[in-house]
């Protein structure tokens, strides 16, 4: 084994998101609302070299497995990243992330006057724009969202 070699404990059953642009992994953690409050493991590497993408982070989670309003958060945040689901030691799921073409109840619009942040109680929808350049709209209010701009719901 080499010295640059990454040296990372097998999960026997959860979620392993690989391909977060490097840096990314944290705004994941806490987009996913992923913590240690439960008790499980997390691990989590940031700047990891990487072939595909220069530099990229990966996150384990034991015992958590990824609904797709999850997978849709994080293609907003990382549009390259993959999930890896994980059932004893074994891969038997594996999925690449992209965007959907709206985005229902995840993100809330940031324009303080729009419909879905009042009383209502209206789920917002963000029709994506650009999926490149990932630009959303709100489907209510018509603002244009860049992803710095959304707050989870």
């Known amino acids: ?64 497995f990824l609904e797709q309003d999850d997978t849709n958060k994080l293609a907003v945040i990382s549009p390259s990243a993959t999930v890896n689901i994980i059932k004893n030691y074994q891969l038997v799921e594996k999925r690449h992330v992209s965007l959907p073409n709206e985005i229902e109840r995840i993100f809330r619009c940031s324009n303080p006057e729009c419909v879905t942040n009042s009383k209502e109680h209206i789920e917002s929808v963000m029709d994506v724009i650009d999926k490149d350049g990932l630009v959303l709209k709100c489907r209510y209010c018509s603002r244009m969202l860049d992803v710095n701009q959304l707050r989870y719901s």
Request: hydrophobic share 40%; net charge neutral; charged share 35%.
């Open 1 to 64: 084994m080499e010295e640059t070699d990454l040296i990372v404990r097998r999960i026997k059953n959860g979620t392993v998101i690989d391909h977060i642009d490097g840096g990314k992994g944290l705004q994941v953690l806490d987009a996913l609302e992923i913590n240690a409050e439960k008790g499980d493991v997390i691990t989590i590497a940031l700047n990891v070299p990487s072939g595909k993408l220069k530099k990229k982070d990966i996150i384990k989670v034991e015992n958590k």
